[in-house]
């Protein structure tokens, strides 16, 4: 590093930031990680470090050829919090989830959960520098504790949080481009799982929200437990984006396990979903009974996936096995493992997701323990290529940002509209 610390760390924010410990309640405070931003990017990744002291959203902006220069890192204006596991509370993946971060490419803002702090945050994205986010509102309460999963409505002018931890749930918000977020009534629903506050997981936890295509359901998937299966908790989303007062529950297809990841599987009202004791299972809502559930062999625990448009083809991110598999589904949504994926040892990546750059396809996949985020360029089905490997940790110590890997989570991409 040619460049001191104090000439990469500057705050931006008006409020202060202060210092060893407690990051300002609204958040939006700014630490340059890179001495120079890149100028004309074609879009951003972001994550969170979802560190105890104070959650912060890492950016990094996308180039032309899809490869990432990391930005700066942004005060989430939460804290984070990491769940309880067998071995204790160590380990990646420290929310159980995938979506702990979201992107409307629509609405242009993103959301984040402060699992700490048991509130959600709103920022909007500057689309000539989508690395530039500045928050839309206070960040607001969950209503729950342990939030771990947001999801945006089709035009993203609505949000729901998914809550984990002793009071667990669904509630949602308007996203609302002067005040922020807004509580819709009647979207507060619990679902009264035994939990505590952190979670206890993987197994008993809660992994993802999403809307399904149409807009008609809110989900939640559910990892199940050793006795009993996962499942998705499913509402009725009515006009006003208020909820049907009980769930439904919506099974996986026979000898599914663990319901994690939600991935639309587009114009099919039907989901591919991750599952770490089997490999994946498709969910169809559109009434074809087009469900499945599939085995990968020799998968360890696939958990999080991604969609490629370009492609065509889904990503499924296996973190104990350190692979991607690349996963072809026919009209009958029908799927196969295409293409296999494996990364360096000690990388265990984690949250994933693709952005289409100038045409092109590439996957930003988190590896959680090498704090890096791993790019692939999609250059067609089965033909991913590993092109670069971001080192996350070292820029982020020189300008004085904590992170673990342990804590690392979320993974969301936003493209500039041109
Ligand atoms: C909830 O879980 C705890 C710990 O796993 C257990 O001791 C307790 O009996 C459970 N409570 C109910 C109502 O099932
Ligand atoms: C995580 O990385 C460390 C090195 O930083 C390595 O010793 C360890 O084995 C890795 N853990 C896993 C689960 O790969
Ligand atoms: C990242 O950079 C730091 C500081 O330069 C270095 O110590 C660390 O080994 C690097 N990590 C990886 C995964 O290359």
Not at 295 to 323: E, P
Request: include cysteine; glycine fraction near 12%.
């Amino acid at each position: 590093m040619r460049f001191s610390t104090n000439l990469l760390t500057f705050v931006l924010s008006a409020t202060a930031l202060v210092s060893a410990g407690v990051i300002e309640r609204r958040g939006g405070s700014v630490t340059m990680l890179t001495k120079a931003s890149q100028r004309h990017p074609d879009g951003a990744v972001y994550f969170i470090t979802n560190e105890p002291q104070g959650n912060m959203i890492l950016t990094a902006s996308i180039g032309s050829d899809g490869n990432l220069r990391l930005d700066r890192a942004v005060s989430a204006g939460g804290r984070g919090l990491h769940g309880v596991t067998a071995a204790g509370n160590t380990g990646v993946d420290g929310l159980f989830s995938q979506g702990a971060i979201q992107v409307s490419s629509k609405a242009g803002v993103l959301a984040t959960v402060n699992a700490g702090s048991d509130t959600v945050s709103l920022f909007k994205i500057d689309p000539r520098k989508p690395t530039n986010i500045t928050p839309l509102g206070d960040p607001v309460s969950s209503e729950g504790e342990f939030p771990s999963s947001v999801a945006f409505n089709a035009d993203g002018s609505r949000l729901c949080v998914l809550n984990g931890g002793a009071i667990n749930g669904v509630n949602c918000y308007t996203v609302d481009k002067e005040l922020g977020l807004v509580q819709i009534p009647n979207s507060l629903r619990y679902l009264g799982f035994n939990q505590t506050t952190p979670a206890n997981g993987p197994p008993g936890s809660v992994s993802q929200i999403a809307f399904s295509e149409d807009g008609s359901k809110l989900l939640a998937s559910f990892k199940g437990t050793a006795t009993a299966p996962g499942y998705l908790a499913s509402w009725d989303v009515q006009a006003d984006g208020s909820l049907s007062a009980q769930n439904g529950q919506v099974a996986l297809a026979q000898g599914g396990m663990i319901a994690f990841s939600l991935t639309p599987i587009p114009q099919q009202n039907a989901f591919f979903v991750a599952d770490p004791g089997v490999g994946f299972d498709i969910v169809d809502l559109s009434g074809k009974k087009r469900d499945a559930s599939v085995a990968i062999t020799g998968q360890m625990a696939t958990c999080w996936s991604a969609y490629s448009a370009k492609t065509g083809n889904y990503y499924a991110i296996d973190v104990g096995g350190n692979t991607i598999r690349e996963v072809a589904l026919d009209g009958n949504l029908k799927g196969s493992v295409v293409a296999s994926y494996t990364l360096p040892a000690g990388t265990s990546p984690i949250d994933s997701e693709t952005a289409t750059i100038r045409g092109k396809d590439y996957l930003y996949v988190l590896g959680a323990n090498a704090t890096t985020v791993e790019v692939y360029s999609l250059n067609g089905p089965a033909k991913a290529q590993r092109i670069s490997s971001v080192n996350v940790s070292g820029p982020a110590h020189s300008a004085g940002v904590p992170l673990q890997g342990s804590n690392l989570q979320g993974m969301a991409t936003y493209v500039s509209p041109w």
